[in-house]
């Protein structure tokens, strides 16, 4: 339908006896079996040597297969656009040629020529070093997995996790460098606070005068002093993978109940 529209809309201008521009168009036409294949038409008006419209000259190519790998794309595009994690591809001489909307935010650099002309990615690393021996992994084919101090635009630094690898080519050749970055500030503080909780709770316990356990899955998993000195048990006895709890279960100090089980 779309394809008989647009013809009938040409039709009238190639008739009109007057040279007109050459015409493209991207048609998805229907096959006899009911199925259809996108086409590329390309359309030129055909004159005589006295310039007098004589025919035209319509020429349509199968561009299926290029479609699908088109919409393909895009749909790989919006994926990468809408992460939450930063990614930036360069050539393997590390000239920067893409990077997404969260590597934009995440390291102030408005797009992939503002970080090309600042440096490159190379400059977003705190470590000149480690950023060196990142580079020669992945150009030797390796793939780099790690955690390391990042810097932005602006001179904030802070904790990454980095995952980097190279692009090859159908030969093998490395054509490019892909980094993938994420942000773990939040999973390091979050980790400081649960040490902090741990230390804190720790003190706790080995100053109280009360018993303290602590039994997972009927495991000792921990045992303050004074339940070590009023059970008799080492540490070591206690807390080994083989020491069964229903031995202390029935002892005068836990009957008594001076004792808090986690």
């Not at 102030?108 to 480690?130: M, R, T, Y």
Request: net charge negative; aromatic share 6%.
């Amino acid at each position: 339908v779309i394809a008989h529209k647009l013809l009938n809309d040409l039709i009238p201008v190639l008739l009109s006896g007057e040279k007109v521009p050459k015409q493209s168009f991207i048609l998805e036409q229907t096959c006899k079996d009911g199925s259809s294949v996108w086409t590329e038409l390309h359309v030129n008006s055909l004159l005589n040597d006295n310039s007098q419209l004589i025919g035209f000259l319509g020429v349509t190519r199968d561009i299926t297969e290029r479609r699908k790998a088109d919409q393909q794309l895009i749909q790989i595009i919006a994926a990468v656009e809408s992460t939450s994690d930063g990614i930036g591809i360069s050539t393997a001489s590390r000239r920067i040629l893409f990077q997404n909307k969260a590597m934009s935010e995440l390291f102030e650099f408005a797009n992939s020529e503002e970080l090309d002309a600042a440096g490159g990615w190379q400059v977003c690393i705190k470590d000149p070093e480690a950023g060196k021996e990142i580079y020669e992994s992945i150009v030797n084919g390796n793939s780099w997995t790690g955690e390391l101090d990042m810097i932005t635009k602006s001179g904030r630094v802070f904790p990454a996790s980095l995952r980097a690898n190279s692009i090859n080519g159908d030969s093998g050749k490395i054509t490019g460098l892909i980094g993938i970055i994420h942000d773990i500030t939040k999973r390091m503080q979050t980790e400081e606070k649960l040490r902090n909780s741990e230390e804190f709770f720790r003190t706790l316990a080995e100053y109280s005068p009360n018993m303290i356990l602590i039994i997972r899955n009927n495991k000792i998993s921990y045992a303050n002093d004074v339940c070590i000195k009023k059970l008799g048990y080492t540490k070591e006895e206690l807390y080994a993978p083989d020491f069964d709890i229903r031995s202390v279960e029935h002892t005068s100090e836990l009957q008594s109940r001076q004792y808090l089980v986690c």
